[in-house]
């Protein structure tokens, strides 16, 4: 499985010590996708598996006929309500052991990714940022195998390091290497953040990069790559951004701005241009102060792939250049959310 092999390939859920890619910007399902089917795969008949897909519409209206049928003696016709369908589903799957949560998830609502840590402990890959509920011996087996999935040059000897989170009680272990994930003992882990936090303080490492602060920072704002989710959620992602660059010592700005496409498109009443140019896209990025000339500062960008399939050049996932280099860049007003 290491066709997708980029700092570490991609985003992936580790289950059972195998990885299943979970990247919904390349593939067709992201880490809640995933969940969801897996709950729906749960409940739903035979009869509405699709294969790569369960219709769960379909069965909930099924097991809505089903509870109609009991109470009233007759099945129901064409007039039910959808939010009678609803209801009369969900008593239903409360009798097969559906809890609320799994129905929320399986109804696309709540936190799927933090429900498949917790509950079907699978463990979250985010480029080399790994998320687990807990971290055991059998938790960190699953890890290394799930890794070595993903990348078989995986050994020993990788200088391939990592960052680990822990939900359960927020700790995060940075720069691990593959070996000790690999030797299974959560005691030598701890034992390596102590040391390894004693040897930055000794040492004055410098600060995190750019790119790394931006990688980390996606890997866990952006949970979905869907262009309407990017555009909905570009300024909380920008916001977020923006505040850790400057907690690491970078002179960092959030911009309100225009993002310039090529291809001229009806718009969303949300984009903010002329009558005449509609091919200025109303948008949010963070710019670190660099430079006295504006032109040569850098912009640090998230969520401009929403706009790909409107561009003829290729957008990366993390963008960062000057203006200069990314000249689609037009700013409107900088510190936006100080005002």
Same mark, same amino acid.
């Given at each position: 499985?290491?066709w997708?092999k980029?700092?570490?390939?991609?985003? /992936?859920?580790?289950?059972?010590? #195998?990885?299943?890619?979970?990247?919904?910007?390349?593939?067709?399902?992201?880490?809640?996708?995933?969940?969801?089917?897996?709950?729906?795969?749960?409940?739903?008949?035979?009869?509405?598996?699709k294969? %790569?897909?369960?219709? /769960?519409?379909?069965?909930?209206?099924?097991?809505?006929?089903?509870?109609? %049928?009991?109470?009233?003696?007759?099945k129901?016709?064409?007039?039910?309500?959808?939010? %009678?369908?609803?209801?009369?589903?969900?008593?239903?799957?409360?009798?097969?052991?559906?809890?609320?949560?799994?129905? !929320?998830?399986?109804?696309?609502?709540? $936190?799927?990714?933090?429900?498949?840590?917790?509950?079907?402990?699978?463990?979250?890959?985010?480029?080399?940022?790994?998320?687990?509920?807990t971290?055991?011996?059998?938790?960190?087996?699953?890890?290394? #195998?799930?890794?070595?999935?993903?990348?078989?040059?995986?050994? %020993?000897?990788?200088?391939?390091?990592?960052?680990?989170?822990?939900?359960?009680?927020?700790?995060?272990?940075?720069h691990?290497?593959?070996?000790?994930? #690999?030797?299974? !003992?959560? !005691?030598?882990?701890?034992?390596?953040?102590?040391?390894?936090a004693?040897?930055q303080?000794?040492?004055?490492?410098?600060?995190?990069?750019?790119?790394?602060?931006?990688?980390?920072?996606?890997?866990?704002?952006?949970?979905?790559y869907?262009?309407?989710?990017?555009? $909905?959620?570009?300024?909380?992602?920008?916001?977020?951004?923006?505040?850790?660059?400057?907690?690491?010592?970078?002179?960092?700005v959030?911009?309100?701005?225009?993002?310039?496409v090529?291809?001229?498109?009806?718009?969303?009443?949300?984009?903010?241009?002329?009558?005449?140019?509609?091919?200025?896209?109303?948008?949010?990025?963070?710019?670190?102060?660099? #430079?006295?000339?504006?032109?040569?500062?850098?912009?640090?960008?998230?969520?401009?792939?929403?706009?790909?399939?409107?561009?003829?050049?290729?957008?990366k996932?993390?963008?960062?250049?000057?203006?200069?280099?990314?000249?689609?860049?037009?700013?409107?007003?900088?510190?936006?959310?100080?005002?």
């Amino acid at each position: 499985m290491n066709w997708y092999k980029k700092a570490l390939r991609g985003e /992936w859920w580790i289950i059972d010590g #195998s990885a299943i890619f979970a990247d919904a910007n390349v593939g067709e399902l992201g880490h809640e996708a995933h969940v969801v089917d897996s709950i729906q795969r749960k409940y739903a008949y035979d009869e509405f598996d699709k294969g %790569e897909w369960i219709d /769960w519409d379909a069965f909930k209206r099924q097991l809505a006929s089903e509870v109609y %049928e009991e109470q009233f003696g007759m099945k129901p016709n064409s007039k039910v309500n959808p939010k %009678e369908i609803e209801t009369l589903a969900y008593k239903r799957l409360q009798e097969l052991g559906m809890t609320h949560e799994e129905y !929320s998830i399986a109804e696309n609502r709540g $936190d799927a990714r933090a429900y498949g840590m917790r509950e079907l402990g699978w463990k979250r890959v985010a480029g080399n940022n790994i998320q687990t509920q807990t971290l055991t011996s059998n938790d960190l087996k699953d890890i290394a #195998s799930g890794l070595y999935d993903i990348d078989n040059d995986l050994d %020993e000897n990788s200088n391939e390091q990592f960052t680990i989170e822990v939900a359960a009680n927020g700790v995060v272990l940075r720069h691990v290497p593959y070996k000790l994930i #690999s030797d299974a !003992s959560p !005691s030598a882990l701890i034992q390596y953040r102590d040391v390894y936090a004693q040897n930055q303080k000794t040492l004055k490492l410098a600060k995190p990069t750019i790119e790394q602060i931006a990688e980390q920072v996606r890997s866990r704002e952006v949970r979905s790559y869907d262009d309407e989710y990017l555009k $909905d959620n570009c300024l909380p992602v920008a916001k977020a951004l923006t505040k850790e660059l400057t907690r690491n010592g970078y002179n960092s700005v959030l911009v309100q701005g225009n993002f310039k496409v090529d291809k001229s498109v009806s718009v969303d009443p949300r984009d903010k241009m002329t009558k005449e140019d509609n091919t200025m896209r109303f948008h949010y990025w963070t710019e670190i102060l660099i #430079s006295p000339n504006e032109r040569k500062n850098l912009i640090v960008d998230l969520t401009a792939i929403q706009f790909e399939d409107e561009v003829n050049s290729q957008i990366k996932p993390i963008e960062v250049g000057t203006y200069e280099q990314l000249n689609r860049y037009i700013p409107i007003i900088k510190g936006w959310d100080e005002l």
